[in-house]
């Protein structure tokens, strides 16, 4: 009798489990879907912002992936990154930024800016970095906060690895 009891719960949790994230994750999406077809954009998170632009440390944020931009919203704010501009992208955990100089370029402003931020912070997982040229061509950053959410790991993940394949294609040297 103990054993069918068992077996079921081994059955049944992980099935409910995967229901109820699945319905997260359709709620998730339906909550993103104005921002998205507002800015004709390909996936839409929610995030915090950490360092970078004119808003406060952890105000919310609506960052919309767009074929040639990237879209911030807050509040009543609107900032728009022209892909063109951006030289790296890339998601680093605290631990990586804390630990590594890896990149020069994006050790300067991270390491800086954001290393100061970071320090304070009681906890934060992923850190969803931009590094670019800005109106004056000085190279600045931006990063955000992507929490413990696994939709906005995946679609930032999935937009910088776009980015990366037709970074690559544009810029073919012949030596």
């Known amino acids: 009798m103990w054993f069918l009891i068992v077996l ?3 059955i049944l949790v992980p099935i409910l489990a995967i229901a109820s994230e699945s319905d997260e994750n359709k709620k998730y999406k339906k909550e993103m879907e104005p921002y998205e ?5 390909m996936a839409s998170i929610k995030c ?3 360092a970078g632009l004119p808003l406060t440390e952890n ?8 074929q040639d931009k990237i879209v911030t919203e807050s509040n009543n704010s609107t900032f728009k990154l022209d892909l063109s501009k951006i030289l790296d992208m890339n998601i680093k955990t605290t631990q990586e930024i804390q630990n590594s100089i890896g990149n020069a370029a994006m050790g300067y402003f991270f390491l800086g800016t954001l290393g100061a931020t970071l320090g ?10 931009i590094l670019y040229k800005n109106k004056e061509d000085v ?7 992507l ?3 696994i939709n906005n790991f995946k679609y930032t993940s999935n937009y910088i690895d776009a980015f990366n394949t037709q970074i690559r294609k544009a810029k073919e040297i012949e030596l």
Do not use: L, P, W, Y
């Open 8 to 10: 079921i719960i081994i």
């Open 37 to 41: 077809k507002m800015n004709n954009a």
């Open 48 to 50: 915090n912002h950490i």
């Open 59 to 66: 105000q919310e944020c609506i960052v919309s992936f767009c």
């Open 120 to 129: 304070t912070q009681k906890q934060i997982n992923r850190v969803f970095m």
């Open 139 to 145: 190279e600045s950053g931006i990063a955000f906060d």
């Open 147 to 149: 929490g413990n959410n």
